[in-house]
């Protein structure tokens, strides 16, 4: 997981079209979506706060395939 200043940064340098999908089960966490690559990453509501109501910013600090352990079929 990369820092709030590293993530930061890194959408500066590499910004991504992102989009909401939706919530993720019952949880308070949102699926985001890379448009570009159709990589998915769940997002815990309480780090796209954290980065400022950034969610480029939240999706950096997200580590890949994180939050798709469980069935998605909820």
Not at 28 to 50: A, S, Y
Not at 58 to 67: H, L, N, Q, R, S
């Amino acid at each position: 997981m990369k820092t709030l200043e590293s993530a930061r940064l890194a959408v500066m340098q590499n910004p991504r079209q992102l989009r909401v999908v939706g919530p993720y089960g019952t949880q308070d966490m949102i699926v985001v979506e890379d448009r570009e690559t159709g990589e998915r990453r769940v997002i815990p509501n309480k780090r796209v706060l954290v980065a400022g109501n950034n969610i480029g910013v939240a999706f950096e600090m997200t580590a890949p395939g994180a939050g798709f352990e469980s069935s998605e079929d909820e």
